[in-house]
């Protein structure tokens, strides 16, 4: 499993901030060309990351792009150019139906193959963020091998539904557990939404603990100063690790000698205990945390 605690959106048009960007120590780096870009930018937006992919050192962070919609005209440009500067992966925006993400999975398909990369090789992250997106989770989550991530998008499905934003998030409650279920359910990891008021750093870690209770891996993010509190949530502290450690070897002895459920500080131990501390010892080695031998 691929760390993605955060995962910062940078203008595809602005090479200053992209470059910044790659020393900023975030888990993914996403360049993007779709709302952060003015339509008259959109050609030159394409150019300067299809050369930031080819020219700059990310280091640990991964490389993705976020395209335009599969509906919109911008879209096979997009894939054409970018797919030539070898990304990681791409974030697919407002996807409403299975079909969609097979369409851009078949689109990479041919594009690796003209420019020499492996079939296969370049993933999908797809942001669900319409009501009819909601609607569809079950086809979307289980469309393509390329899907790894599901995405929430709360600004744009609140608007689809007419709901008014409130603090508490209430208006999106619904669709933001339903995203993570399904992404549970296939295999794939959840990222949560954004939060939209930077200036407001204990209102962000508030939402961001919220959502990994939840069983988010994750976080989009709109400026660095986000990255840390994020990262930070999402990241097991060595008390978790160790009381996971403790618990995993428990249940490894007691298997040993044929036993099932057990007591431990007091506590009948069974399998749910189990898998909940598998997924604190599967976040903490993504994130490096884990001790040498464990």
């Known amino acids: 499993m ?14 200053h901030k992209i470059k910044k960007a790659t020393g900023l120590d ?7 060309l779709e709302d952060g870009v003015a339509l008259n930018q959109k050609d ?6 299809r050369l930031a992919l080819q020219g700059y050192e990310f280091g640990k962070s991964e490389r993705l792009v976020r ?14 150019t970018v797919v030539a500067g070898r990304p990681d992966g791409l974030v697919i925006p407002k996807i409403e139906f299975a079909e969609h993400v097979r369409r851009v999975s078949i689109r990479i398909g041919e594009q690796e193959q003209v420019h020499g990369i492996p079939v296969g090789s370049i993933y999908l992250i797809v942001i669900v963020e319409t009501a009819l997106g909601i609607v569809n989770l079950r086809e979307i989550a289980g469309a393509d091998r390329r899907l790894v991530a599901l995405v929430f998008g709360a600004e744009d499905y609140a608007g689809s539904v007419g709901a008014v934003r409130s603090p508490g998030g209430e208006e999106v409650f619904f669709a933001r ?12 990891q959840a990222i949560d939404m954004v939060f939209v008021d930077f200036k407001n750093p204990e209102g962000l870690v508030q939402e ?16 660095p100063a986000q990255i840390e509190p994020v990262q930070q949530v999402f990241t097991p502290d060595k008390a978790a690790i160790t009381a996971a450690l403790r618990l995993t070897r428990a249940y490894a002895e007691h298997q040993q000698e044929g036993v099932g459920a057990f007591g431990l500080d007091g506590k009948m131990v069974d399998a749910p205990m189990i898998r909940a501390a598998e997924q604190v010892l599967d976040r903490a080695r993504a994130a490096g945390m884990m001790p040498e031998g464990d």
Request: aromatic share 6%; with cysteine.
């Open 2 to 15: 691929r760390a993605r605690r955060a995962l910062l959106y940078m203008p595809g048009d602005d090479a």
């Open 26 to 32: 975030v888990d993914s780096i996403c360049m993007d």
């Open 44 to 49: 030159a937006a394409r150019t300067q990351v």
């Open 67 to 80: 395209i335009n919609p599969v509906n919109s005209p911008l879209f096979l440009d997009d894939l054409n």
């Open 177 to 188: 557990s339903a995203v993570v279920a399904h992404a549970a359910a296939y295999g794939l």
């Open 208 to 223: 961001a603990r919220q959502g990994m209770q939840m069983g988010y891996s994750g976080k989009q993010i709109i400026h």
